[in-house]
């Protein structure tokens, strides 16, 4: 269950960076799509964070994290269809 969870956590850390990166990388990006892919990678910092800390996506705490990265996940699937 450990390596489970350090898993998970290492993969929000990666992700996180891996997005603002490639953001990074490309100038072109509309800046609503940017906004987006930053407001997800902050959520998944946050997650990471909270999840070290020993929450679990149950916390009432977590609810509005979880639901910042769905709609910035929602809104990157939208515009980039």
């Not at 990666?14 to 100038?27: D, H, P």
């Not at 407001?39 to 990471?48: D, G, P, R, S």
């Amino acid at each position: 269950m450990l390596g489970v969870a350090t898993s998970g956590r290492q993969v929000l850390d990666a992700g996180s960076r891996y997005l603002v990166t490639k953001l990074s990388e490309e100038q072109a990006t509309s800046p609503e799509l940017a906004i987006a892919v930053r407001n997800l990678a902050t959520a998944y910092q946050e997650l990471a964070i909270s999840y070290l800390n020993d929450l679990t996506n149950s916390d009432a705490q977590l609810q509005p994290v979880l639901q910042a990265a769905d709609d910035a996940s929602a809104t990157i699937e939208r515009l980039c269809k």
